[in-house]
């Protein structure tokens, strides 16, 4: 279906959740310029609150995370992100509307039903949300009844599920155990409780997979009827991410085997009546995030591809990162630090970058060639970038139509790296980012 061309899928690239990238972040940008930004907040505002922690840590997972086998720890951190919330709730205009939460991590189920609940209340009483839209991310392996009881009476409309495969060997192999009926049981109880879009995570490239074990794993999403379905390939980047040591690099697939499991993944979810969202995500028609792609109002955040129209998303808990039009900032990443900085009632932004108009320009035309697989191109971005994309228009992977660029059917695995040349951050950084597929 798709061309594999590997000199040109050879440079590692972002995956283009901001621009600038979080690579760009400095120390000379963070909770002075927040608060300036809260106060300056009109409009809808999107939260998303991080939660660090997970009962066991698998070793494939690049997320800022830890065992949440020491309650006092973690109590103390709820505390600070408790007072987080308080302090950003008075920075925040009362014009200021609350309407997505997003719950994040880690696992947010890696913390217990109570502690969730009286965070939810917190949200609830310093936001004054009124009926936002609340999506949360879950581990199969501790999606007990009592935590499909606490979504059920949270009101909990969206939920995402780390699957990643079906296969018991992977499993074993990415240290993440969790046999099929636990599964099935959990995605049966997120229906009871009212869940009305399941998303499952799956991922190709592991260690000694094979098209056979990718199909199985497909074909059991679709059979639970998965809303939502990304399908990411595994980056193994261990000189980053000190777990995945653990995991055998000799056993992982090659990148033209990768590359032939997304197009079969593709492939394969396109007839099964999924619309393809990007290369790797699909939803069923129905849904809102299917809907947006179709119509054109489909949007990229920290969170990936996401229908959220809203202009400004804020960052909760430790690593969390804030979205303002002309600012990107993150908190502290260290849960310690944190902490402490919380405790003296000072946010714990310490990073970031001031987005300017040229990263506004440039950021829409790589968000439109990603969301929408084409993108207006202003004449002096066409003189520097045609240059670099000269090999993927004699692949026939994107061409010009007037005053824009269009990405081509078979060059949809390509769209990330097409965009990159648009990125003048990557000229000197790109082997800082994972495989293009």
């Not at 936001?127 to 499909?148: G, K």
């Not at 490239?205 to 379905?229: C, F, H, K, N, Y």
């Not at 320009?361 to 003189?383: F, M, N, P, T």
Request: proline content about 6%.
């Amino acid at each position: 279906m798709w061309t594999y061309h590997p000199e040109l899928l050879a440079v590692p690239v972002p995956r283009y959740t901001s621009f600038p990238t979080a690579a760009e972040f400095g120390e000379g940008v963070g909770a002075s310029q927040l608060v300036s930004a809260l106060e300056e907040t009109k409009g809808e505002v999107s939260l998303y609150v991080h939660i660090p922690f997970c009962e066991k840590i698998c070793w494939y997972c690049g997320c800022n995370t830890s065992v949440a086998n020491l309650s006092d720890r973690v109590a103390s951190y709820l505390d600070a992100l408790h007072r987080e919330i308080a302090l950003v709730s008075e920075l925040l205009p009362k014009t200021a509307r609350i309407a997505r939460i997003a719950f994040g991590g880690g696992s947010p189920n890696g913390i217990s039903p109570v502690a969730f609940v009286r965070l939810v209340d917190e949200l609830t009483l310093h936001f004054a949300a009124s009926s936002p839209v609340i999506s949360i991310e879950l581990d199969p392996r501790t999606l007990t009844p009592e935590w499909a009881e606490v979504i059920a009476s949270v009101g909990i409309s969206r939920a995402s599920m780390g699957v990643q495969t079906f296969a018991p060997a992977l499993q074993t192999a990415i240290g993440r155990v969790q046999p099929a009926a636990m599964i099935e049981t959990g995605t049966a109880m997120l229906r009871s409780a009212g869940v009305g879009s399941i998303n499952f995570d799956l991922m190709y490239g592991l260690p000694g997979q094979t098209l056979a074990d990718l199909r199985d794993s497909l074909e059991r999403t679709v059979a639970l009827g998965a809303d939502r379905i990304a399908l990411f390939g595994y980056a193994h980047v261990p000189h980053l991410i000190a777990r995945q040591r653990k995991i055998d690099a000799a056993d992982l697939p090659d990148a033209q085997a990768r590359f032939a499991m997304a197009a079969f993944g593709y492939l394969f979810l396109v007839e099964a009546g999924y619309v393809p969202i990007g290369f790797d995500h699909f939803a069923k028609p129905g849904d809102a995030i299917a809907q947006a792609a179709l119509s054109g109002r489909l949007h990229r955040n920290f969170q990936g591809f996401t229908e959220d129209q809203a202009p400004v998303l804020v960052g909760l808990g430790a690593s969390a990162i804030s979205s303002f039009p002309g600012l990107l900032v993150q908190n502290e990443k260290n849960t310690g630090r944190y902490r402490m900085m919380l405790s003296q009632d000072r946010l714990s932004a310490d990073r970031g970058i001031l987005r300017g108009a040229e990263d506004r320009r440039r950021g829409k035309v790589i968000e439109d060639l990603l969301c929408r697989g084409r993108a207006h191109i202003d004449q002096d971005l066409r003189r520097e970038a045609w240059p670099m994309l000269a090999p993927y228009f004699a692949a026939g992977l994107c061409e010009g139509d007037g005053d824009d660029l269009v990405i081509a059917p078979d060059g949809l695995p390509y769209a990330r790296s097409i965009a990159a040349r648009f990125d003048p951050y990557r000229r000197d950084s790109l082997r800082r980012f994972s495989s293009a597929v």
